[in-house]
């Protein structure tokens, strides 16, 4: 079970980081959502994931699982465009929870940058107060989705 809420931002938040990664994601189905990623550190190292979610917003089911390079690799030869691009960071915040933002194909005119918070319950994620530099929030926006900005190579940010 995934408990997040979503925010756009504007930069990177002036926090001690956890991790940071580039990330390549693809979907291999938006409905279900079915995607793939590669996470690579700076240094050199990899991993991937096979991630299936179910419905929803602020709560949705959401399974990750590890996969090997040659199974992602073989996965990513049936995706229908190129894998997003984020350049993926994580800060701790008060409480231990995780911010965890990207920007999204950054350098190109449809880049965005966004973060979302993960919680141990409704009820927190409820009691959540975002500091400041976390800008609007998109948890309940229908059109704010990775797997839609996928379809459409872009999201509109005015809705």
Known sequence: MEIERQFLI???PDLPEIDSAQVYQGYLSTAPVVRIR???SEDGGSRYELT???????????VNLPIEAEQYEEM????????????YHVYELP???RLECSAVDIDTDHGFMYAEVEFSSVEEANAFVPPPFLGREVTEVRDFSMSNYWIKGRLDLDF
């Open 38 to 40: 590669r996470f690579s």
């Open 76 to 87: 990513a030869g049936l995706l229908t465009k190129a894998p997003i691009h984020k350049d």
């Open 52 to 62: 299936v979610k179910g419905k929803g917003t602020l709560v949705r089911a959401e």
């Open 10 to 12: 504007e930069k990177f």
């Open 95 to 97: 409480g231990r929870l």
